[in-house]
């Protein structure tokens, strides 16, 4: 810790919260303190928050947090600056979700204990620890939105809730005026801050702290491109819905021209009634079905925030970011509303600029490119997500391909290492990661935690971190002893716990490749031979040939097992599952080429073959990255253009960002359909690997 540490926490810190909340009620609850300074000084303020917060410094927005993770590696947010002589308010708003049972908990991506708030640090000589001079109150106002009350689907949602306002009890103005109204009472202490690695005794709170790895999340202003509907008292100005909403019943549909992640910020004069203000990726018809970005409407099939009107001046800025491309605003006003302004700022994770790919003599690659660097930005906040319309969890299956993405079009690693790291925290004593980190609940997919063992590979071969790799590698080494735990006396690995998703395959239940049937995979024998294969690479960067010896052993005894049980000599085809010739897909004899089940010298034309071979069970947008990867290293450059085609189809749908599957089942932004990025970059040279690889 160095001296300007020791000053931020020179003081013991403590958690508090307001007397009257008890663990896990959900709401908001507000924390303000009010300094003077006489002079120019500088502050320096951590704070930590159970769920989230919001803090300001004079009404402006220094950041969100606290980033999400866990309770063992709960984090905090530094804030630093100089205050001029004068009046400061230090204002922070803290939101606590459902922490419940499975069809009513939400968010899923958060970890926490049930509500407080922990401030450290000074401002000049003041000291900004609880409860020094701080003042709370509930907001009576605004409560978080279960979700049968924001959407009439029966789709299980674990993002976080909507919110309902209601302005006859809610202030706007709270965390900047003097005396905002309500009671402000001082807060109760919960105990002292615990600090990850330092405490000795049984630890007073649950939260083990650590500073903040990772940048804000960055916001910038996007435009609403049209109106669809609305009454003619109503216009865009600047990328801005301005104007007047007269008495009635009846809906606004607005278009901001793209799908995206946006904090919504609306605000007017006066009027009475309510407003379902709901969110969409996608237009419907009157059945219900899906329209294609024609004009349409949302109805029931968007989420929605609910705003009370009072007859007062109003305003409403969303806590957690919003996602769709279309808004619609369901309007029932006794009085109307007047000088309305409703604007949207696009927020992701602040990667910098994205490299440029030009194409000129084939131009949709350039749009393709551009949209999967669109897809990847709405799938990037505090961490990777898979999707940011419903469930904003990061999976390893998806975070592997962002990453990778992540890494060529920006050339930064920031979420890259934290999702290693993350993934890493999740381990459990079976040696197993989860699928999906920072989670409320746990889920394995066998698959998933050899993927993150190949993230790790990929973040080398990208960057030549040996710093990384050595923290890691024994967290690996321990994963895959699991699966050799599991090697069956023929020499395939059999089932291990959890679910085994491979692919959203139509016939495949559950999307596994083994039908439920509990019988040793292909697919998961091929995962399991290149992770040790790589993993063997690393050891040997890492200086450890024993290792490296042995887990190459590995990788050959379980290729000669897939080649001895799991390929079919009379169909010259790899099954999903020995013994199972009607058991066939891409899939398998994909992973046959690519981790080394088929001969070097046949690996090119059995590619051909099997790409053509229409008795296989064919991948979707998602394993498609593994086919891409396949043509790239034995196919032709002809030959991977032609596979770009699935997305080229999704542009003359009408898409702009590309979705979980090319039907469009259900999210129509998910970035594990985001790989071409990858192979366009890498294809011409523009992203350079720092070491070598079998395909990437």
């Known amino acids: 810790m160095n001296s300007q540490d020791e000053k931020l926490f020179s003081n013991q810190p403590v958690w508090g919260w307001h007397p009257e909340r008890v663990e896990h009620q959900s709401g908001y609850t507000l924390f303000r ?8 000084v500088h502050f320096h303020l951590a704070v930590s928050a159970d ?19 866990d309770l063992d590696h709960y984090f905090y947010e530094e804030y630093e600056g100089d205050l001029d002589a004068g009046n400061h308010i230090f204002s922070i708003e803290v939101i606590v979700w459902n922490n419940a049972w499975r069809t009513s908990c939400a968010p899923w991506a958060e970890m926490h204990a049930g509500g407080g708030l922990m401030t450290a640090g000074y ?3 003041e000291r900004m620890e609880l409860t020094s001079n701080w003042l709370c109150a509930i907001d009576r106002g605004r409560m978080p939105l279960a979700w049968k009350d924001a959407w009439q689907d029966n789709t299980l949602i674990p993002a976080p809730p909507m919110d309902k306002i209601d302005f006859a009890f809610y202030d706007p103005e709270w965390f900047y005026t003097d005396n905002p109204p309500g009671e402000w009472i001082k807060p109760a202490i919960i105990g002292k801050a615990e ?4 405490y000795q005794l049984d630890p007073d709170t649950p939260w083990n702290l650590m500073k903040r790895s990772l940048k804000q999340m960055q916001e910038s202003f996007t435009p609403i491109t049209k109106i669809l509907s609305a009454p003619e008292t109503l216009s865009v100005s600047n990328g801005r819905l301005c104007g007047s909403f007269p008495s009635g019943r009846y809906t606004v549909l607005l278009d901001t021209g793209r799908n995206q992640t946006y904090i919504v910020r609306f605000s007017g004069k006066s009027g009475k009634g ?3 203000l709901a969110y969409s990726e996608t237009l419907f018809d009157e059945q219900g079905s899906k329209v294609n970005h024609c004009p349409g409407s949302i109805g029931g099939k968007g989420y929605a925030d609910l705003l009370y009107y009072a007859g007062k001046p109003w305003q409403y800025t969303s806590f957690w970011y919003r996602t769709g491309r279309f808004l619609e605003l369901e309007l029932d006003l006794s009085e109307p509303l007047t000088e309305c302004k409703l604007e949207l700022s696009f927020i992701t994770y602040p990667y910098g600029p994205f490299r440029e790919f030009q194409s000129p003599n084939d131009p949709i690659l350039e749009k393709i490119y551009q949209t999967a660097c669109h897809t990847l930005r709405c799938c990037s906040h505090e961490h990777f997500e898979d999707c940011p319309y419903y469930e904003q969890l990061q999976y390893a299956g998806d975070s592997r391909i962002e990453a990778l993405v992540s890494y060529a079009v920006s050339g930064q690693d920031d979420l890259g290492k934290h999702a290693l790291r ?4 999740s381990q459990l004593s079976s040696g197993l990661t989860q699928s999906r980190y920072p989670s409320a609940f746990k889920q394995i997919i066998p698959g998933y935690s ?7 590979h990929d973040h080398y071969v990208c960057f030549a971190d040996k710093t990384l790799t050595a923290e890691l590698l024994p967290n690996v080494e321990t994963m895959l002893d699991a699966f050799e735990r599991a090697r069956l006396p023929e020499g395939l690995i059999g089932p291990l716990e959890g679910w085994h998703y491979t692919d959203w395959v139509q016939e495949w239940y559950a999307g596994a490749s083994d039908r439920q049937k509990n019988v ?7 995962f399991y031979a290149e992770a040790c294969s790589r993993t063997a690479e690393l050891e040997i960067i890492n200086g450890n040939m024993p290792k490296a010896s042995e887990f190459q052993k590995r990788a050959e005894k379980t290729l000669d097992a897939v080649n001895a049980l799991c390929y079919d000599s009379k169909k010259k085809r790899y099954l999903d599952s020995p013994g199972r010739s009607d058991w066939l897909s891409l899939h398998s004899n994909i992973l046959a080429v690519l981790f080394g089940a088929v001969p070097e010298s046949e690996r090119a034309d059995f590619l051909r073959e099997i790409c053509a071979d229409t008795e296989l069970k064919q991948m979707t947008l998602y394993f498609s990255f593994y086919l891409l990867a396949a043509i790239f290293k034995y196919g032709t450059a002809e030959e991977l253009r032609s596979h770009y085609a699935a997305w080229e189809k999704m542009l003359q749908k009408g898409c702009t960002t590309f979705p979980e599957t090319p039907g469009m089942a259900r999210s129509e932004c998910h970035a594990w359909s985001c790989a071409p990025a990858w192979f366009l970059l890498r294809s011409n040279g523009t992203f350079q690997l720092k070491s070598e690889s079998s395909y990437l």
Request: charged share 25%.
């Open 33 to 40: 303190k009010k300094v003077f300074f006489s002079e120019k």
């Open 51 to 69: 769920n989230r917060y919001t803090f300001f410094l004079d009404g402006k927005l220094m950041g969100r947090g606290p980033l999400r993770s």
């Open 123 to 125: 401002a000049g000589d």
């Open 195 to 198: 600090f990850r690695n330092s």
């Open 274 to 276: 309510k407003c379902r």
């Open 422 to 425: 993350t993934l890493a925290a």
């Open 450 to 456: 050899l993927i993150w063992a190949l993230m790790l």
């Open 520 to 526: 040793p995979e292909t697919i998961l024998n091929l």
